[in-house]
């Protein structure tokens, strides 16, 4: 048993203090907001991840799991502190490191007894080092602390899964005492452990995030091509995944890459680049697509329509992806504003993240159109000019055609996720487009 401090309690905090506590160790969460420890306090999870809540409980009822503010105490004695603190972009593209500071200010003032500080938030390369000379520049007691980088590769969603059954521990130490805690962390999680040098464990995780970046905006940018040649995108990836040199996921096409990591962490990456004088096209290339790519239903729609101006447009899904409440980088982020600005009467369905984009467009009037929430999809779709799928949750998926064509007033759904069967849509009378897909109209 190992006895663990976690520095925030986001989705890569929480997930990794509570599975620690499920192996055995024995963790403390720490945030700053108050309220979210509370809450966590009351057995209730403040992000909506499976099983998550299950293993809060029932690892606090069994005493190995406490929340708390009190950084001090869950500093104090701690034999490592991972920090899961936010590293948001900067303007510039740059990762903010604040947060990651203001906590190693924090454990410089509390640590009592020699323990290693672990790294889960993404960082550039380069950025651990500096972490520690700033503890050490700060270190209140007279005790050792090292820092080692353990980046987190899980995906929202399945957060819990991915942490229990990830593919890889990546561990970058620069002593054996760094590395031998880690292995003794990890031990009871009985998986692949790759354990290399503090920058190499910075860099495998902007690598590996950007290269399923490239991959997804790849398949974009073919898929637009397939549009053009009367190709397949689809039928073109289902070719294509029987490769085994270039496997069978991540080749959707669809409205581009969203959430709190692809988009950030390829910027990033393009930032170090450029301060070490070097170019990074293929990542550049990423984003680029990625950009262009999210607002391409929007595009579609605004050709083949006089206006949206009146129109009641239903909206599925508002999430950057099924399985979560993050709205980081949606592609509804993006949308919505646009179709507001046209005037567009939107009546958005979501089921966990509606709250969440109320409060960042309340329901009713903006400008020329307006917002409003409903909590089931046929009130979304009932009397509706248009449809935009962009979250592909269960139950967006499980709309027939039937009920398209039955519910709206024009059946024409634009999806950005290609949920639906293009023959089967045309078959039902509804006027479809979706990405790389040949158009009904
Ligand atoms: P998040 O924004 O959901 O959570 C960060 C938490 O840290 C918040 O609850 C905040 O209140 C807390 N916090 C801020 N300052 C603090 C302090 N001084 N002490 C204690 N708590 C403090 O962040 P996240 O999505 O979990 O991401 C964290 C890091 O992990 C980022 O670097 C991100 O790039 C990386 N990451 C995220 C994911 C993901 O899917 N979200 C996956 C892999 C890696």
């Given at each position: 048993m190992v006895r663990i401090a976690v520095a925030g309690t986001g989705y890569v905090g929480l997930v990794a203090g509570v599975c620690f506590a499920e192996v055995g160790h024995q963790v403390t969460c720490v945030d700053i907001d108050e309220n979210k420890v509370n809450v966590m306090r009351s057995g209730v999870s403040p992000i909506f991840e499976a099983g998550l809540e299950e293993l809060m409980q029932k690892n606090y009822s069994a005493g190995r799991l406490n929340y708390t503010t009190d950084y001090q105490s869950a500093y104090r004695d701690a034999d490592a502190i991972f920090i899961g603190v936010g590293t948001p972009e900067q303007p510039d593209g740059s990762a903010n490191l604040s947060y990651i500071a203001t906590v190693a200010r924090q454990i410089a003032e509390s640590v009592e007894k020699d323990c290693l500080v672990v790294v889960k938030s993404t960082v550039p390369v380069g950025t651990n080092d500096k972490v520690e000379q700033f503890i050490r520049d700060f270190l209140v007691n007279d005790v050792r602390v090292e820092v080692a980088s353990n980046p987190e590769f899980l995906a929202q969603g399945s957060a819990v899964h991915d942490t229990l059954h990830a593919d890889r521990i990546i561990i970058g130490t620069e002593s054996k005492w760094a590395q031998e805690m880690l292995m003794q962390i990890y031990e009871p999680f009985h998986l692949p452990i790759v354990s290399v040098n503090r920058r190499s464990a910075e860099m495998i995780k902007y690598a590996s995030n950007d290269f399923l970046a490239l991959k997804i905006s790849y398949m974009n940018d073919i898929a637009n091509l397939c549009e053009l040649v009367g190709a397949d995108i689809q039928d073109v990836s289902r070719g294509m995944s029987f490769d085994e040199r270039i496997?069978?996921?991540?080749l959707n096409a669809g409205i581009g890459y969203g959430g709190s990591c692809f988009p950030k962490d390829t910027k990033a990456l393009e930032y170090i680049a450029k301060q070490h004088g070097y170019e990074l096209k293929t990542v550049k290339a990423a984003i680029d697509v990625n950009e262009e790519q999210k607002k391409i239903l929007y595009k579609k729609a605004s050709k083949r329509l006089i206006t949206l101006h009146g129109l009641k447009v239903a909206v599925l899904g508002l999430t950057f992806k099924p399985g979560t409440d993050d709205l980081r980088e949606a592609a509804s982020l993006e949308n919505v504003p646009l179709l507001l600005e046209q005037g567009a009467d939107i009546y958005a369905y979501d089921p966990v993240g509606a709250e969440n984009f109320a409060r960042i467009y309340p329901e009713g009037k903006h400008g020329r159109g307006s917002i409003t929430y409903v909590d089931h999809i046929e009130h979304a779709l009932d009397g509706a000019n248009v449809c935009f799928i962009f979250t592909e949750w269960g139950e967006v998926k499980a709309i027939t055609p039937e009920m398209y064509k039955k519910l709206m007033r024009t059946p024409l759904v634009y999806d950005g996720r290609n949920i639906h069967s293009v023959a089967q849509m045309q078959e039902a009378g509804v006027e479809y487009h979706s990405i790389g897909r040949k158009h009904t109209s």
């Open positions: 496997g069978s996921k991540f």
